[in-house]
């Protein structure tokens, strides 16, 4: 008999197969009854007749308990009443394991207990549709840049200096040597767009972020395009065409579990559509101070002042020109007004707040060695970046998309913390 996998099982109908998975739950009416195996591809209802299978194969139904592993072989029907729309009439029925009481039950348990259960956790079907959009969007992701002449080109992630800020640092001994772990590829980007034009990094990075919000992981990934000679309004056209690409795909492929099992609100999801809107700072600080959420013209927005400003837009929408001096140091200044810099952050609606942040870089040798001093940076650890602009300076810009806040948004969640497979957070560590 063939081991086939749920995911496929249409194509087995009418036959004989055996599946190789785990009880998600079961129920019985004594004549009857009804297992739901689940084998990480899909979940299938299985139905056992006492009056049509061995006395003893009934006797070993019994004994299962939720999570037991098991092969379980039987005819494949169609059935529309059936979760997934097929059943399995039980004919065979072999116990890998009798599991020990399992700690997640169909009861409501508190968020620590889940997190501290994440293990086990993401076998649950909704944890599962998670993590599974989130394997489809970092290929939708890939694609797009692939399909665009990008070349994905791997940053390090141990890291002689800073780039976004020396509060979040994670530091590290490094034989000796100081190092911090990365909290963004784009140094490493600008040195590759020079060689190869049109690069992304996509990997891990690291904030030593010391509060606690539904927004910020520790530990997230980020993909980061950076393009040479290009500027503000291109990577902000690169960057609205990228979000609509990979929100579509996502909404073609995943809708089912979207609207099914994470009851996302699929028409906001479809609205995800050129062009998005711009704003620029100043315009952003109007709004806020006219909404009185105590936003203080100069500062970075907060999580409220985010998702006050969604309120105005039905689809993500770009803020940009923020003040230098809320920005990283490598921010190309504004030429009409040097106060300010040509950055652009990307704020999705309904206030899942800023998912993109990007900008176009200083590529002037003597105003980037200026900003390094002005930050307090160490000038030496950043000479190879220094490099860049005595070699061939040009102009360029790029951004990072935050996946986990990408995910979130996407899938209509209100903490990044489910959006990760293992969420590394200020008080969590573990497992
Ligand atoms: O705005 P950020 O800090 O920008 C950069 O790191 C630039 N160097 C990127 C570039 O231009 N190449 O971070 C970019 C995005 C944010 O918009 C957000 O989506 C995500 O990364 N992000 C976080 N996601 C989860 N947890 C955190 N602590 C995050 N910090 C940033
Ligand atoms: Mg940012």
Request: net charge negative; charged share 25%; proline share 5%.
């Amino acid at each position: 008999m063939d081991v086939v996998e749920i995911e496929q099982i249409g194509s087995y109908v009418g036959q004989d197969v055996t599946l190789k998975g785990w009880v998600y739950n079961m129920r019985s009416s004594g004549k009857i009854v009804f297992l739901l195996v689940r084998d990480g591809t899909g979940i299938i209802q299985c139905i056992v007749e006492k009056s049509s299978v061995p006395g003893e194969l009934f006797e070993t139904v019994s004994r299962l308990t939720q999570e037991s592993s098991i092969e379980v072989s039987g005819f494949v029907r169609a059935d529309k009443r059936a979760p997934g729309g097929y059943e399995l009439g039980v004919k065979e029925l072999r116990i890998i394991q009798v599991a020990e009481d399992y700690p997640i039950t169909p009861k409501e348990h508190g968020m620590p207990f889940l997190m501290d259960h994440r293990h086990l956790w993401l076998r649950s079907t909704r944890q599962h549709a998670i993590i599974k959009i989130r394997s489809g969007l970092v290929k939708f992701i890939r694609d797009f840049f692939d399909s665009r002449g990008f070349l994905c080109v791997d940053t390090p992630i141990f890291t002689p200096n800073a780039c976004e800020g020396t509060t979040t640092l994670f530091e590290t001994d490094y034989f000796g040597d100081k190092a911090y772990l990365t909290q963004s590829g784009q140094l490493y980007n600008e040195a590759t767009a020079a060689a190869f034009r049109k690069v992304y990094s996509f990997g891990p990075t690291f904030r030593a972020e010391k509060s606690k919000t539904r927004r910020h992981l520790i530990e997230f990934w980020m993909v980061e395009p950076e393009v040479a000679f290009a500027d503000l309004d291109d990577i902000m056209k690169l960057a609205e065409e990228f979000v609509t690409e990979i929100v579509q795909r996502t909404l073609e492929k995943y809708r089912g579990l979207l609207e099914e099992v994470l009851q996302r609100d699929i028409s906001a999801l479809e609205k995800v559509q050129p062009p998005f809107p711009r704003i620029s700072y100043d315009e952003a600080a109007k709004i806020l101070e006219e909404k009185g959420t105590g936003f203080e013209y100069g500062n970075d927005f907060g999580g409220t002042d985010e998702t006050v400003l969604a309120e105005g837009f039905d689809k993500p929408f770009f803020v940009h020109r923020f003040p230098s001096a809320i920005k990283a140091f490598y921010m190309e200044p504004d030429p009409e007004d040097s106060r300010l810099s040509l950055s652009v952050d990307l704020l999705a609606p309904e206030g899942y707040g800023e998912i993109i942040g990007g900008g176009q870089r200083i590529h002037d040798l003597a105003l980037l060695e200026k900003r390094i001093r002005e930050n307090n940076l160490p000038k030496k650890a950043f000479e190879w970046y220094l490099d860049l602009r005595r070699y061939g300076t040009f102009p360029h810009a790029g951004f990072g998309l935050g996946l986990e806040r990408a995910l979130a948004y996407i899938c209509g969640l209100k903490h990044v913390r489910e959006t990760i497979p293992f969420p590394r957070l200020i008080n969590r560590l573990s497992p």
